[in-house]
């Protein structure tokens, strides 16, 4: 079973939140049902922690449960992991409405604004 959080965190590796903050930009079909939330941590903790290369996705928990995508690519300057990117996609609207309530408990467990492009 999923664990519950009061705070909303992301994980890349199990029971250790990741404390880099990411830039997390959105795109949607034009019809809204479908989509895709692209995170890029720049320089995470879980680049320091991993030892074997075993970070296998991004996981998001919340009150509601967790969200899960094993989309996850790691970007290196000079042979240097140096930043993660990972991708969560959405297949209906209630997927996306469930995104976005993370999102704002996410932004909000972490002092940090949503802006509307």
Same mark, same amino acid.
């Given at each position: 079973?999923?664990e519950?959080?009061?705070?909303?965190t992301?994980?890349?590796?199990?029971?250790?939140?990741?404390?880099s903050?990411?830039?997390?930009?959105?795109?949607?079909?034009?019809?809204? $049902?479908?989509?895709? %939330?692209? !995170?890029?941590?720049?320089? /995470?903790? #879980? =680049?320091? @922690?991993?030892?074997?290369?075993?970070?296998?996705?991004?996981?998001?928990?919340?009150?509601?449960?967790?969200?899960?995508? $094993?989309?996850?690519? %790691?970007? !290196?300057?000079?042979?240097? /992991?140096? #930043? =993660?990117? @990972?991708?969560?996609?959405?297949?209906?609207?209630?997927?996306?409405?469930?995104?976005?309530?993370?999102?704002?408990?996410?932004?909000?467990?972490?002092?940090?604004?949503?802006?509307?492009?």
């Open positions: 079973m999923a519950l959080k009061k705070n909303a992301i994980r890349f590796l199990e029971g250790i939140d990741e404390t903050i990411p830039e997390i930009r959105l795109t949607r079909s034009r019809d809204g $049902r479908t989509g895709q %939330a692209f !995170f890029t941590f720049e320089e /995470p903790q #879980a =680049l320091s @922690a991993v030892k074997d290369g075993s970070i296998q996705g991004m996981s998001m928990f919340d009150e509601e449960g967790e969200l899960k995508t $094993r989309e996850v690519k %790691a970007r !290196f300057v000079n042979g240097t /992991p140096s #930043a =993660l990117e @990972a991708t969560y996609v959405w297949k209906s609207e209630s997927d996306f409405q469930r995104f976005m309530r993370f999102a704002k408990r996410y932004a909000s467990s972490n002092g940090m604004g949503y802006s509307e492009k």
